[in-house]
């Protein structure tokens, strides 16, 4: 296989000017533009206090989020905490979980701890 001459510095520039020197308007009339995609919803807008704003941007920065990212996900746990849409699917597993338990019979180590206390 034959090697490839490597360009010097001062060859790479003058190729990139030979190139940058040419007409490229047909290209760029056929060239094909891609539309931006829309969001699914329309914009919303909130006026927060300065120091408030400053506290996100660093809260986001250092979760490596954008800060719409960071309002949107403060307030689905927000919602989450408070909606009871939300609130029954969330703790619909705990109170399986604390049913199955409720039928077990308590361990004899454990009877022995409760007898214990009650003397």
Known sequence: MPRVKRMTEAESIAEGERILAKDHSENIRLAERAPKMPYPTPPTSLR???PLLEALERIAAAQHRKRAGLIQHVL????????PVFARETEAPKVTAVAAHAGKKASPGRKRVMNAKSS
Do not use: F, I, K, P
Request: charged share 20%; net charge negative; aromatic share 18%.
């Open 76 to 83: 689905w746990e927000y919602v989450q905490a408070h909606d």
């Open 48 to 50: 927060l206090s300065v």
